[in-house]
Structure formats: structure tokens, C-alpha cells
């Protein structure tokens, strides 16, 4: 309840910033936009008929995926999901999926721009990620670099810290949202406390797998992180809001999607 909008309180965190970010991709760039979930609602397939309907001379389809990162659960399942609802019947357009763009210049400029007023006297950057199970990370790794979820979250914090001009020493990869012992460690519910003790009391965390705020940052991140870093003696804790529907991630997208 304390991350429910008071004027939508029916519509989730996510939902309510990704349709934000439709609007705004709507108004500043002139093309109809709609809002998809790859679990939940609305589903792919009612997103396409409701572009059907905006825009019955559609030519092309563009599917840009709000996680910056490939894992099997979310990026490969879209592309599953997808091909199986487009093939159920003939189109006249075509559909283009943009790839994972962890390393896209674009991104990085964008997150840097949007995170460096947030980083002013802090002692460490912490960079949360979603956790998944190993062995299914260890699936992608096998597979190459492409599909290697670990590799691409750390040359998206080696970016953003080159950019930033930020020694990577000075930053840490926690993970959150695990559900068993054998999902990619370290844990930040379970380390973040531990932060004050090993001399590091002011702490920003940034969370780049996410482009919008959902109830992992905020909740996760903003309220439990937050609770247990200064219950362990910490004296500052700023979180990085994601991108949402800012200017610099519209910018962004039109440029990762279009190359311009």
C-alpha cells in the first residue's frame, strides 16, 4: 500500500509507469504505442489487435522489450510468445524485436544522465539486478555471450562507471528477488546490511535491469533495503528511481529503436 498510487490504485507500479512512458513515446514521437506484459495483462497478442485497430495501414511493428538484458525467462519467452501469436494468422506488416542493448550507447548515456545527480557524496555504488537460477544463467553463458545474463549486467555497470568516471572499486553486484539458495548470489536483503559495518555508511543503489520502477525497486530496494542499511548504522541511502518516462529514456529508445 505504500507504493500504490493513490489516483490508480487499482493499477500496479509497472503497469502505471510503462503506460506513462507509452504516452509520452505517443506524444513526443508521433507514433501510436501500446502497452504489453509478457506475464499478466494486457498480453501480447491483445496489444497487437489494439495497434490493428489504431492503425489499419500498419506497415510495421516494432517490439521493444523493457528489459535491457537477455535471460531465458523474459527475453527468450518474448520471442517465443511472439512468434506464436504472430504466425496464428497472416499480417500484413512486418514485426522487428529489438535486441537486448545493455552495452547500447544510448542506454548508458541515459542512465548515466539520469542517475549522476543522485551519486553526490556517497562512499559505494550498489548495482541491483534481478536474481535468476544459476543453472539456467549457466545455460546462456554455455551459449555464448549473447545469451549470458551475468556478462551483460557487468559490461552495463563497466559502461556506466567509464562514462561516469566512477573506479569500479568503488561499486558493488547485488541481487534481489531470489527464491532459493540456488538462485545467482550475493543477496542484497542479505548483505546490504552489512555495508555500515565494513566501513561504507552512505550508499546509492541503482537498479539498470529495470527501465521503469516497479514493486522490486520500489519496494525491494526503496523501502526494505533502505530499512535494513540504516538499522545496521548506515547514515545515507539514496535510491536511483529508473528511467521511466523521462527525457533522456524516450531519446533513448527512439535512437536504440530507429538508429537516429
Same mark, same amino acid.
Given at each position: 500500500?505504500?507504493?500504490?498510487?493513490?489516483?490508480?490504485?487499482?493499477?500496479?507500479?509497472?503497469?502505471?509507469?510503462?503506460?506513462?512512458?507509452?504516452?509520452?513515446?505517443?506524444?513526443?514521437?508521433?507514433?501510436?504505442?501500446?502497452?504489453?506484459?509478457?506475464?499478466?495483462?494486457?498480453?501480447?497478442?491483445?496489444?497487437?489487435?489494439?495497434?490493428?485497430? #489504431?492503425?489499419?495501414?500498419?506497415?510495421?511493428? =516494432? =517490439?521493444?522489450?523493457?528489459?535491457?538484458?537477455?535471460?531465458?525467462?523474459?527475453?527468450?519467452?518474448?520471442?517465443?510468445?511472439?512468434?506464436?501469436?504472430?504466425? #496464428?494468422?497472416?499480417?500484413?506488416?512486418?514485426?522487428?524485436?529489438?535486441?537486448?542493448?545493455?552495452?547500447?550507447?544510448?542506454?548508458? &548515456?541515459?542512465?548515466?544522465?539520469?542517475?549522476?545527480?543522485?551519486?553526490?557524496?556517497?562512499?559505494?555504488?550498489?548495482?541491483?539486478?534481478?536474481?535468476?537460477?544459476?543453472?539456467?544463467?549457466?545455460?546462456? /553463458?554455455?551459449?555464448?555471450?549473447?545469451?549470458?545474463?551475468?556478462?551483460?549486467?557487468?559490461?552495463?555497470?563497466?559502461?556506466?562507471?567509464? #562514462?561516469?568516471?566512477?573506479?569500479?572499486?568503488?561499486?558493488?553486484?547485488?541481487?534481489?528477488?531470489?527464491?532459493?539458495? &540456488? /538462485?545467482?548470489?550475493?543477496?542484497?536483503?542479505?548483505?546490504?546490511?552489512?555495508?555500515?559495518?565494513?566501513? /561504507?555508511? #552512505?550508499?546509492?543503489?541503482?537498479?539498470?535491469?529495470?527501465? =521503469?520502477?516497479?514493486?522490486?525497486?520500489?519496494?525491494?530496494?526503496?523501502?526494505?533495503?533502505?530499512?535494513?542499511?540504516?538499522?545496521?548504522?548506515?547514515?545515507?541511502? =539514496?535510491?536511483?528511481?529508473?528511467? &521511466?518516462?523521462?527525457?533522456?529514456?524516450?531519446?533513448?529508445? /527512439?535512437?536504440?529503436?530507429?538508429?537516429?
Amino acid at each position: 500500500s505504500q507504493i500504490w498510487r493513490k489516483e490508480d490504485p487499482e493499477i500496479s507500479p509497472m503497469i502505471y509507469f510503462m503506460q506513462k512512458l507509452a504516452q509520452s513515446l505517443e506524444a513526443k514521437k508521433n507514433i501510436p504505442v501500446e502497452v504489453a506484459m509478457r506475464y499478466g495483462e494486457p498480453e501480447i497478442e491483445q496489444a497487437l489487435k489494439d495497434l490493428e485497430k #489504431k492503425c489499419p495501414l500498419l506497415h510495421e511493428v =516494432v =517490439v521493444f522489450p523493457l528489459y535491457p538484458h537477455y535471460a531465458q525467462s523474459t527475453t527468450q519467452t518474448t520471442i517465443d510468445e511472439i512468434g506464436r501469436v504472430f504466425y #496464428k494468422r497472416p499480417h500484413s506488416y512486418r514485426l522487428q524485436l529489438v535486441e537486448p542493448y545493455f552495452d547500447h550507447p544510448a542506454f548508458i &548515456n541515459a542512465l548515466a544522465k539520469h542517475a549522476e545527480p543522485y551519486l553526490k557524496d556517497i562512499d559505494k555504488l550498489v548495482f541491483s539486478y534481478h536474481s535468476l537460477p544459476v543453472d539456467q544463467v549457466e545455460a546462456g /553463458w554455455k551459449k555464448g555471450r549473447e545469451f549470458d545474463y551475468v556478462y551483460q549486467l557487468k559490461e552495463t555497470n563497466r559502461l556506466f562507471c567509464e #562514462k561516469l568516471n566512477i573506479q569500479l572499486q568503488y561499486t558493488l553486484l547485488l541481487y534481489a528477488s531470489q527464491r532459493g539458495n &540456488n /538462485w545467482l548470489k550475493p543477496f542484497l536483503d542479505k548483505d546490504i546490511s552489512d555495508l555500515p559495518r565494513l566501513g /561504507w555508511k #552512505k550508499v546509492a543503489v541503482i537498479a539498470p535491469g529495470f527501465p =521503469v520502477d516497479n514493486l522490486e525497486t520500489l519496494y525491494d530496494i526503496d523501502i526494505e533495503a533502505r530499512e535494513l542499511f540504516m538499522k545496521a548504522g548506515g547514515e545515507k541511502f =539514496v535510491f536511483v528511481p529508473s528511467l &521511466n518516462n523521462s527525457d533522456e529514456w524516450i531519446e533513448a529508445i /527512439w535512437k536504440i529503436t530507429v538508429g537516429v
